[in-house]
């Protein structure tokens, strides 16, 4: 008899997972991520990137209060996007302080309120530990440019030869202005 379908959860190949026994101990734990290059790019398609030549995440993790961790790290990457107008790549250097506060237990709000603090460097420690390659990836994806431009890459002020005359606006234009009678 087949076993039954069990859910299975989506290991992502940058996962780097530190279970909540490495954190019993209460010391500073060192972390230093570089990704190889099969993971790199299974990250950059995920993130909509061309190419993702280089990535590290290195830092650490610190005991704070009683039972709440303290994430110090510097992320360094080497990034291509298409430009938002020419779709040319796009490389860019990214260098950011990434700190985050994982909190081994919520505070506990009183109802109908949020049971986090409103700042977003501050999180719940997950139950099955800490992923820090998600972590990575999301420091990465918030610190993407939004827009980026190829050197000399304009949008044109004007619409093409013709479209003014002969495009919607250009329909509109013809209509003339309205009056009451």
Known sequence: MPEPDRPTSRRLPWAHLLTRAA????????????????????????????????LRFAGRLLPADEADWQLEARLGASVV???????????????????????????????GESRMPDDDETEPLPAAGLDLGAVMAEALALALPDYPRAPGAELPLEPPQGEGETGPLGALARLGPRTKN
């Open 23 to 54: 954190f019993a101990r209460r010391k500073p734990l060192e972390f230093d991520l570089a990704p190889a290059p099969e993971v790199r790019a299974a990250l950059a398609a995920e993130l909509d990137l061309l190419r993702l030549p280089k």
């Open 81 to 111: 996007q298409p430009c938002v107008v020419s779709l040319a790549p796009v490389k860019t250097r990214i260098e950011e302080t990434v700190t985050r506060r994982f909190m081994a237990e919520p505070p506990i709000a009183p109802a």
